[in-house]
Each structure stands twice: as structure tokens, then as C-alpha cells.
């Protein structure tokens, strides 16, 4: 039997003699005593300071609250009005015409209105059909029945179209509207297209006040060639 022998001198130091087998070759083997296991805490703390640090070294991002702003109301002319009208009336018949177009009662002195309704008939259907123009969107109504014979639905020739609302405002501010705005700025404005039986015309109706009837002043413009016509009473 083998004993362990110690070194007075050197305890710590020696290796500790311990038989492992009965082979006489490998009688005694040597074995260092084993060294307790450093638990990771250190090593973990070390971790989460660095993933600290860095959040806390990203930028703030800054924080905004967005906001739709609402579209502002679009104004266009009478004559523009008139032709994206035209388009969509095509499609529901291909031979229509129009008859009369008019605008909503707007301020201001450049001949443009937030809303047309433009007014067209078709031969071939007997109908008649309006479409309305506003802030960019086109709707239409329900068809109604069409006659030739009846004055006021009379169809024009678009290529009779060739001055607009802001040359038609123009040339009626010189005939009396100019004067009329300076004493009351706050007048509206409204314009009404349609084709004049009597004179074989197409005339802008320029009328100042909230309808034809009640109107302070009206002043007709021929919308072909874009000259005065005729103060109407």
C-alpha cells in the first residue's frame, strides 16, 4: 500500500502521489488538485456596461407628430372648366354638345370659380345631361329630355369658344365694373356662357351680384372674338 508523503517545507508546492493502477509500471500517476471555478460575473457585468454604454451613445431621434395639411381649394376659368366638362360628356355621348355653362358665385378679379356646371345635349339620345366642375372632381347628373326647338338649351360649336372668363371679367370691368368694385369690393362675381338666338352669338355673361336678376351690373362679351357686346339691363 502506497502513502501520500508530504514535504514539511514544501506542502503546497509538491504534487500529491496517488496510486492509480497495480500495474508496477504505472504505479503512481500525479494529479494537481483542482482549482475552484471563478464564476462569470464579472465578466457578465462587463457585458451589459457595454451594451449601456451603447444605447446610451445612439442619437435621440427626434420626435414629430405629422400632419396633413388640407388641400386648398382649387379656382380655374370658365373656358378650362368647360373643356374638362367636355371630355366627360364625350364619354357618355359622343355627339354632345354644349348649351350653357356657368359658374358659383365667386370674388375676386380674375375671371376663376372654385365650381362650373356645364350643361350639354345629345341629338342622338334626346337628352340632356349637366356635369360639374369642383376643386378638381368631376360629377354629372341625371339624363332629361332634349329638344332642339327650345331656346335654352340651344348647342354651340366649342371652336366658338375662344375667350376665356378672365378676358371676359377684363373687358367688363372697362364697362362699368371697375367703378362698381371700388365703391363695393365685396361684391361677387358670377359668368354664365350660352348662345344668343337674335345675334347668332356665343356670349360671356359677366354679372356682378349673387344672380341674373338681381344683378347691379351685367355685362355681355362675345366669347369668339373677346370684344364687348352690350350692357345688359
Not at 514544501?10 to 482549482?35: H, V
Not at 435621440?60 to 372648366?81: D, N, V
Not at 365685396?186 to 336678376?213: A, C, F, K, M, S
Request: proline residues 6%.
Amino acid at each position: 500500500m502506497a502513502f501520500v508523503q508530504y514535504n514539511d517545507h514544501e506542502t503546497n508546492a509538491r504534487e500529491l502521489m496517488i496510486p492509480r493502477t497495480n500495474d508496477p509500471r504505472t504505479r503512481f500517476t500525479t494529479k494537481k488538485p483542482k482549482k475552484p471555478m471563478k464564476k462569470p460575473v464579472v465578466a457578465l457585468a462587463i457585458l451589459a456596461a457595454g451594451l449601456m454604454a451603447a444605447c446610451s451613445s445612439e442619437p435621440a431621434k427626434p420626435t414629430t407628430t405629422e400632419t396633413t395639411q388640407p388641400k386648398a381649394p382649387e379656382a380655374i376659368t370658365g373656358s378650362s372648366a368647360f373643356f374638362k366638362c367636355y371630355i366627360s360628356a364625350r364619354g357618355w355621348a359622343t355627339d354632345a354638345q354644349g348649351y350653357r355653362v356657368e359658374s358659383a358665385v365667386s370674388k375676386g378679379g380674375d375671371g376663376k370659380a372654385q365650381e362650373w356646371r356645364a350643361g350639354f345635349a345629345s341629338p342622338s339620345q334626346h337628352a340632356t345631361k349637366s356635369f360639374t366642375w369642383s376643386n378638381g372632381e368631376i360629377s354629372h347628373g341625371v339624363d332629361d329630355t332634349y329638344s332642339p326647338t327650345n331656346s335654352s338649351t340651344l348647342v354651340f360649336n366649342v371652336q366658338f369658344l375662344k375667350t376665356d372668363t378672365d378676358k371676359a371679367f377684363a373687358v367688363a370691368q372697362q364697362h362699368g365694373g371697375d367703378k362698381l368694385l371700388q365703391k363695393e369690393p365685396d361684391t361677387p362675381v358670377l359668368y354664365l356662357l350660352d348662345w344668343n338666338h337674335q345675334t347668332n352669338e356665343l356670349l360671356w355673361h359677366v354679372i356682378y351680384g349673387t344672380d341674373r336678376e338681381t344683378a347691379k351690373l351685367r355685362v355681355a362679351v362675345n366669347a369668339t372674338t373677346g370684344e364687348f357686346s352690350h350692357v345688359e339691363k
